[in-house]
């Protein structure tokens, strides 16, 4: 088993490499779904598209990417199942994690930044360092 890290940077690295992962694979499950079930059409791509480059965002550390991502997911989903009610059944977990590993890297995207801004204000240790003498 994993030992879990206390370092803050970890943990919020973690976080958004689970979005990331999340957003990777919608654009993956949509192009290939989209294409087994209609082929002639390539309005999927827009969908595709996006998700990429919000993931790419959300790689990049943004809290707007991230928030965009959470946003976009819930919306499309709300239109997939308004058109077709029966998907809800067969899809409501992988939806519900899905959901859950946007959310986690809107925390992540924001702990980073907390955590850099903490980083940047902490002042430096200037204090000569003393020889050990034996």
Known sequence: MKK???DPQVKNANKIKLALGGAIFCAIST???SLL???ESLSF????IVALALA???WKKSR???ILLFVYFIISKLLQFSENPQSIASSIYLSIFLLFSFWQGIMGTFGYHR???L???QPINTEPVEAVHS
């Open 4 to 6: 879990q890290s206390n």
């Open 31 to 33: 192009a290939v779904v």
């Open 37 to 39: 079930v209609d082929s």
């Open 45 to 48: 791509l827009v969908d595709v």
């Open 56 to 58: 790419f965002g959300v």
């Open 64 to 66: 707007v990417c991230a």
């Open 115 to 117: 955590q850099k801004k």
């Open 119 to 121: 980083e940047r204000h």
